[in-house]
């Protein structure tokens, strides 16, 4: 008698379109949320998340029954199922795309081919040298994996060698599935018996040494501070006088110091405080606009400490890793063990670990999340509140792979999940936040005053134009500001540069003809960088040693032109022969801790002059830092996009805010060759409201968001000719039913990357209209162009509301 079946609908960890039904025997218990492992295609096995459980069956095609369970419990609660539904629906993505970010890598499990030996008899004469030296690796029932092959033998085309082997019948390729997430074990030492008369002096000395020590008796830490070798334990271990025990350990940092009451909040800060409380009340989503060093902070603290006493969790987003090195402390001295960190440099075992302890909400451990924007993926059962600061940051912004979502607006779909309430933080809020609060989407609450009524800095341009011509300057620093530098730096204080470029110079050009280096991949020129003497692209990572003459012309009159922290940072040593000077980019970052290490050098005054990219701009509190120094403010100001003045104001006047946090007004000196332009100006003054009130006019005027819906329709291909019909066929098919609201097909300012030409599509969709049902009529039009094999092998993008 058959078992009856049940079905399972299932999200595999791969890019394709919804989710796929698999039966699976009545006796088995599955529920919601747990992995299985299930065959995906003729051979490879992947482990897949249930979404729902039926008893009919979807399909007239025969199903494949599911191999395993994987879990006891589920992994995925049903929030987040809905969390990824809506995330797939609204950003157009596949549900796979989503499942592959949302979860830790020890989490997916997919099948590798092992090779394997069906029996040595049928070995026979007919054997090539080749196929001999992989038959030698799986002898006596031994298998291996085709990446195996490859690096313990110079073979070269193993899958052909392979292939005529399978033929042969001599091996099979089976799938194997192995559970890539181990816990952490400690060896840990307990003293069992007084047997010292049978020691031998060696082993005396130890166990002196174990009896003197009131700690926990760790094996490693003691080898390391005894220089005592394993064996003398296992000896006495074999003598029970000890036994070595095994215990998991977390891999999360524990906080074992003190733990301090909350700081009482200022007066403003009180008063902001209960007014956030009361927009609650009334609205989810809460926008504090609060200048730069006014104690945002600390009012996120005092609502953590509400959230915490009604047991709730609070996830608490930050845009760059970095700054998560600096509020961890300030967190975990109030709150202790209870803060956890969420972040791309925690290796896959430890983003495990945090995704479990998240997940049992009956543990205080980890209730506080402090994460980048993939923490809004962590299974929280208990969310109460969630802090978005810095919200203006494009950092939220996931551009590749896709899911492209921005984590803001998740966020705030997470909480309305949750019943949670949602706080947005920023003293340069983005015009679309505080258009919604303007407008009473979200409540509004306003922070104008710095802590402790000290002023906000005073910010000085220097217009570099005349200074050239004055001769004021050295190289591409002003005489006024390095005089202004060593001014502040003859009073002990600390100072920060930023250049929002990386790399010594911009360009390597030829004086005879004007061409520059170029990638050989990519449509942009390639970045010098001297300390590792080679020109570099930053868009594929191609490298090209520094050529003796032009690529173009062959003449040998080459120069570099532009500068990057690589070069302030050379030219200050320069100078400042005296002073300690530290880069913090992304070349100086790579390393796991490197921000720490920089942050934390910098605070314990060990850097005189940091030099830095936006990474420093972003909500740091130093309290030394006396003089912020906007080396090249033109840049920013002069790119081609809609958005370039917003991403100016918001950069310039929030490296600015670094300067005077702590107990007298700071400076800033812009160097600019423009500066009557209204940015500078709006930044000089510290004036938001004139910046937000023209901006909101030009994009009422022009049709940009707040007052419209951006949707941009990405082309690749590595044929610009193919790219160019399929782009235009598809903008064609679209104006049929967009009319003019469909602009382009156009290249964009970076048109090729790692070879492949790009072309842009821009679908804008009036406020008043439905971007849902512009949506479907892009899908029904790529399904029409994919049907008909109009796309041609072009690689297509969705990228929904564009950074």
């Known amino acids: 008698m058959h078992n009856k079946l049940k079905y399972i609908d299932v999200i595999v960890p791969l890019s394709v379109e919804g989710v796929f039904q698999y039966s699976v025997n009545m006796d088995l218990i599955i529920n919601i949320g747990q992995r299985v492992i299930v065959q995906f295609g003729a ?15 979807t399909t007239k095609h025969k199903l494949k029954n599911i191999l395993s369970s994987v ?8 929030l987040q199922i809905k969390l990824w539904s809506w995330i797939a629906k609204y950003y157009m993505s596949n549900l796979g795309e989503i499942m592959n970010t949302a979860l830790p890598s020890s989490l997916k499990l997919a099948s590798e081919s092992r090779i394997i030996l069906n029996d040595e008899k049928l070995i026979n004469k007919n054997i090539s040298s080749r196929e001999q030296k992989i038959l030698e690796l799986i002898r006596n029932g031994k298998s291996v994996t085709v990446r195996q092959i490859n690096k313990k033998l110079s073979i070269s085309d193993s899958f052909s060698v392979i292939n005529q082997l399978i033929k042969k019948d001599i091996v099979t390729v089976h799938e194997h599935i192995s559970e890539k997430y181990s816990p952490k074990y400690l060896n840990v030492i307990k003293i069992i018996n007084d047997n010292e008369d049978l020691l031998s002096k060696t082993q005396k000395k130890l166990y002196k040494i174990l009896l003197e020590n009131n700690d926990v008796l760790i094996l490693n830490d003691l080898i390391k501070e005894t220089s005592i070798s394993r064996s003398v334990f296992n000896a006495l271990e074999k003598k029970e006088v000890i036994s070595i025990n095994k215990i998991p350990f977390s891999r999360i940092d524990s906080f074992n110091n003190k733990v301090y009451p909350i700081n009482k909040l200022s007066s403003a800060q009180d008063n902001a405080y209960n007014e956030i409380l009361k927009s609650f009340n009334e609205k989810d989503v809460c926008l504090l606009h609060g200048v730069t060093s006014s104690g945002k902070t600390e009012i996120y603290i005092k609502l953590i400490e509400d959230q915490i006493k009604d047991g709730k969790q609070v996830l608490y987003l930050l845009p760059e890793i970095a700054l998560t090195i600096q509020i961890i402390k300030r967190l975990k001295k109030h709150f202790g063990s209870k803060v956890g960190v969420s972040h791309s440099n925690l290796n896959n075992s430890e983003r495990v670990e945090v ?12 209730s506080i999340i402090l994460g980048a924007r993939s923490s809004i993926f962590l299974p929280f059962d208990k969310l109460g509140l969630i802090i978005i600061d810095e919200e203006h940051d494009t950092s939220y912004k996931q551009q590749q792979p896709s899911p492209r979502y921005h984590s803001r607006d998740a966020a705030i779909y997470l909480a309305s999940l949750h019943k949670a309430k949602v706080l947005l933080g920023s003293a340069t809020p983005s015009i679309e936040t505080y258009y919604n609060a303007q407008n009473g989407k979200y409540g509004f609450v306003e922070l104008l005053k710095r802590y402790a009524d000290i002023k906000l800095p005073k910010i000085n341009s220097i217009d570099i134009s005349k200074a050239y011509k004055k001769k004021q300057m050295q190289s591409f620093l002003s005489n006024d500001l390095i005089n202004e530098m060593q001014r502040h730096l003859d009073r002990n204080k600390q100072i920060i540069l930023f250049q929002n470029r990386r790399g010594y110079s911009k360009v390597l050009s030829c004086k005879s003809c004007g061409e520059a280096e170029c990638c050989k991949y990519c449509s942009v020129s390639l970045t010098h960088h001297k300390i590792n003497n080679n020109l570099r692209c930053h868009y594929c990572g191609y490298i090209k040693e520094i050529p003796s003459s032009c690529s173009s012309c062959s003449n040998s009159s080459l120069e570099m032109k532009g500068y990057g922290t690589e070069q302030i940072c050379e030219l200050l040593e320069t100078i400042f022969t005296e ?59 002069n790119f081609p996009d809609f958005r370039s003045h ?88 679209m104006r049929s039913s967009f009319k003019d609201r469909v602009l382009g097909p156009e290249y964009p300012v970076v048109s090729k990357i790692k070879n492949y ?3 842009n599509i821009l679908l804008k969709i009036e406020g008043n209209k439905s971007s ?28 929904i509301d564009p950074n």
């Not at 479990?356 to 009956?362: A, E, I, P």
């Open 71 to 78: 879990d006891d419990s589920p992994i995925v609660n049903i």
């Open 43 to 57: 051979r490879k096995l992947y482990t897949a998340i249930v979404v729902n459980i039926s008893d009919k069956k």
């Open 646 to 733: 917003e991403r100016a104001f918001q950069l310039m006047s929030q490296v600015a805010g670094r300067a005077g946090r702590k107990n007298k007004q700071g400076s800033v000196y812009l160097q600019t060759s423009n500066p009557d332009h209204e940015i500078i100006r709006q930044v000089s003054t510290h004036s938001y409201i004139n910046f937000y009130n023209i901006q909101l006019k030009e994009r009422k005027s022009f049709n940009y968001p707040p007052f419209c819906k951006l949707i941009i329709l990405r082309f690749k291909h590595t044929d610009y000719h193919i790219l160019d019909e399929v782009s235009q066929k598809f903008a064609q098919i």
């Open 579 to 637: 002073h300690t000077i530290q880069r913090m980019d992304h070349d100086t970052t790579r390393k796991k801790n490197a921000y720490e290490e920089i942050i934390q050098d910098f605070q314990a005054l060990k850097i005189d002059i940091l030099v830095g990219t936006q990474m420093i701009a972003k909500g740091f509190d130093f309290e030394n830092v006396s003089l912020v120094g906007i080396v090249d403010s033109d840049s920013m100001l």
């Open 355 to 366: 995704w479990k302890t998240v997940q049992n909400s009956d543990n205080a451990t980890c």
């Open 757 to 759: 030409f790009i072309k």
């Open 772 to 799: 849902s049902k512009a949506k479907k009529i892009t899908s029904h039009v790529l399904e029409y162009m994919k049907k008909n094999k109009l796309l041609k092998q072009c690689v297509f993008q969705i990228d």
